[in-house]
Nanobody, 124 residues
């Protein structure tokens, strides 16, 4: 049994920064890939970023490249999403998830555990 809990969301002005954390409990995820997704009101849930278990290589959606950074600390069973230069269009509920395998993956069906999400609101 694995539980993922996101934290670090909040209200920030455009151009500001936030760091999201996703803490895992129950079982470790050192051999799994991890990803971040987001869902804005009235829109579908979209891929944001992913990280592999091995060399730690990462992948980002085009909309966040150069602004967001995903990282992980396997010893702490935690994955992070550093968000810089935030824009109003980044406003969404952000979810972390664990892949069934090593990852990364852009497909939601490849993730077997999901957090409940944390709200990020960016004002103009």
């Amino acid at each position: 049994q694995v539980q993922l809990v996101e934290s670090g969301g909040g209200l920030v002005q455009a151009g500001g920064s936030l760091r999201l954390s996703c803490a895992a409990s129950g079982r470790t995820f050192s051999w799994n890939g991890m990803g971040w997704f987001r869902q804005a009101p009235g829109k579908e849930r979209d891929f944001v970023a992913a990280i592999k278990w091995g060399a730690g290589s990462t992948y980002y959606a085009d909309s966040v490249k150069g602004r967001f950074t995903i990282s992980r600390d396997n010893a702490k069973n935690t994955v992070y999403l550093q968000m810089n230069s935030l824009k109003p269009e980044d406003t969404a509920v952000y979810y972390c998830a664990r892949t069934k395998g090593a990852g990364p993956s852009l497909r939601m069906n490849d993730y077997d555990y999901w957090g409940q999400g944390t709200q990020v609101t960016v004002s103009s």
